[in-house]
């Protein structure tokens, strides 16, 4: 009886703590189905209809919010695939070579997470006007591939503990070399924690706002982010169309999430166990 009382309990805070979480979702969903006038009128009402589309046509059609989706999917796209093949290649190399050198890289990759951005930040700008890069979309694509390197090696080598070694020497016996042993042999055993970075690093780089918004060169379309707040002003602010711009941005992040899901909870576990 006790256990029942407990569950029921547990039940019931969880519930509040879910409706908590749902509230602004859900307040962001159905306004992006009213007019402006409409969510000042009643925001927690639910729309006349959710056949409305005018806030989507306005925003595919009278701003450069397409321009801007394509530029956060070509930033998140190019960051990941370029994570994907430098990290987990440092992450073997660190874990496999257990040397005093790897151990001092390893180290120093740590040390980094440490440092908070906005203590190198104007540094980093100036470091990026020096090399070209300043107003640039390789810039941003620079330094998320750099600001993911140190807890990518640490969910890595923390995963490649639990490879047997074995596995790698039977490859090398039948012929592989160190680079073929890699990406043939270990990397695709590396399935959950990449299905992690995916997410994890996917999420940060597009929902990122400061980092497009001060390099990427002005008066053009920039990402989702920097685009959804152009459209709020100082005396007049289009919370319509905001909203649908939130909608629409949300929808690859669900898909990507829903789509690696079982993968992530098992790396993120899976890489806690073996660290």
Do not use: H
Not at 10 to 35: E, M, N, Q, R
Not at 221 to 240: G, H, L, M, P, Y
């Amino acid at each position: 009886m006790r256990d029942k009382k407990g569950s029921f309990i547990v039940f019931i805070f969880v519930g509040i703590l879910a409706a908590l979480y749902l509230s602004p979702l859900y307040f962001t969903f159905i306004s992006a189905f009213k007019s402006n006038g409409e969510i000042m009128r009643d925001p927690v009402a639910l729309p006349e209809s959710f056949l409305n589309l005018d806030n989507f046509k306005y925003l595919l059609q009278k701003t450069n919010y397409p321009r801007a989706f394509l530029n956060s999917m070509f930033l998140t796209i190019v960051s990941e695939i370029l994570i994907l093949i430098f990290i987990p290649m440092a992450a073997y190399g660190i874990e496999r070579g257990n040397k005093k050198i790897t151990n001092v890289i390893y180290i120093y990759f740590l040390m980094s997470m440490m440092i908070p951005f906005q203590a190198y930040m104007i540094p980093l700008f100036r470091q990026m006007k020096i090399m070209g890069l300043f107003g640039t979309m390789a810039g941003p694509i620079v330094i998320y591939l750099a600001g993911a390197v140190s807890f990518g090696c640490l969910l890595f080598t923390s995963f490649l503990k639990g490879i047997p070694i074995e596995i790698e020497e039977a490859a090398r016996i039948d012929g592989c070399n160190g680079f073929r042993t890699f990406w043939s042999i270990v990397f695709p055993l590396l399935k959950p924690v990449t299905a992690s970075m995916i997410v994890l690093n996917g999420l940060q780089i597009w929902n990122d706002f400061l980092m497009p918004m001060l390099v990427l060169p002005a008066g053009e379309a920039k990402t989702v982010n920097v685009e959804i707040f152009s459209f709020v002003d100082q005396f007049a602010s289009r919370w319509d169309i905001v909203f649908a711009g939130v909608v629409a941005g949300i929808i690859p992040v669900l898909i990507v999430f829903l789509t690696l899901q079982q993968y992530f909870v098992k790396g993120i576990t899976a890489g806690a166990a073996k660290g």
